[in-house]
């Protein structure tokens, strides 16, 4: 469909994500707006480039970056910019799915919501929660199947949403959803993702199975073992 090129239309998208799912993201948006520019970036330095040449048809996405956008960019943008947040939104912060397997969380989910200069704050947009997969044989591979899960319902809610966002200027529906639980930070998942000589076999083995991978890799820079 044609697209109205009036003041205030979206012409162009700065797409904040990985160099793997930015050129999917961008012909899920481009099916509904051929004629939408998309500016593709992975760093703050990037970020903040692509923004410094923002006009009025200018939106923001966020999809699962982990780059901080400073509240100044924020308020340079016309309309709100909008964040595809991992976790549900009781799980707040970094590394969702790492907490959500170390505390026991049976059920696990996604947020899409409104960006603020304090991160996982703005108005949800959506929301959705599904079952955790049940414990693997290998349990550093737990961490992985969640993650995976995860990344196919966010991508299945940017699909649903991509026609507003390619297209409307106005801001998406807000629900009447809250954020709750803990924010929690790259420091608190180093300190979690640590293990000691005087750990029992079961908190061990709790860590392997929440940490996966980034504990392995942290054992290994640190020359270490369990």
């Not at 003041?7 to 994500?17: C, D, M």
């Not at 509904?32 to 923001?60: F, Y």
């Not at 707040?92 to 505390?103: T, V």
Request: net charge neutral; with cysteine; proline share 8%.
């Amino acid at each position: 469909m044609p697209v109205d090129q009036h003041a205030g239309a979206i012409s162009r998208i700065i797409l904040l994500t990985g160099e793997v799912e930015a050129p999917v993201l961008a012909d899920i948006l481009r099916l509904h707006n051929p004629a939408l520019k998309i500016t593709a970036v992975t760093t703050s330095a990037g970020l903040a480039e692509a923004c410094a040449s923002a006009t009025a048809g200018t939106r923001l996405l966020s999809f699962c970056s982990a780059v901080i956008v400073p509240g100044e960019l924020l308020a340079a943008l016309p309309g709100p910019s909008y964040n595809f947040h991992p976790g549900p939104p009781e799980r707040p912060g970094r590394y969702p799915s790492i907490f959500a397997l170390f505390e026991g969380d049976t059920r696990f989910g996604i947020t899409v919501h409104e960006m603020l200069a304090s991160v996982d704050s703005g108005a949800i947009i959506a929301a959705e929660w599904f079952d955790v997969p049940a414990p693997s044989p290998t349990p550093e591979t737990d961490l992985e199947a969640l993650d995976h899960l995860t990344l196919m319902h966010l991508l299945a809610s940017f699909r649903r949403l991509a026609r507003d966002l390619a297209l409307k200027p106005e801001p998406l529906r807000r629900q009447m959803i809250g954020w709750q639980g803990r924010k929690t930070t790259k420091a608190d998942c180093d300190a979690l993702c640590a293990t000691t000589p005087n750990m029992s076999a079961g908190e061990v083995a709790r860590r392997r199975r929440a940490c996966g991978p980034y504990l392995l890799r942290k054992i290994q820079a640190n020359q270490g073992g369990v």
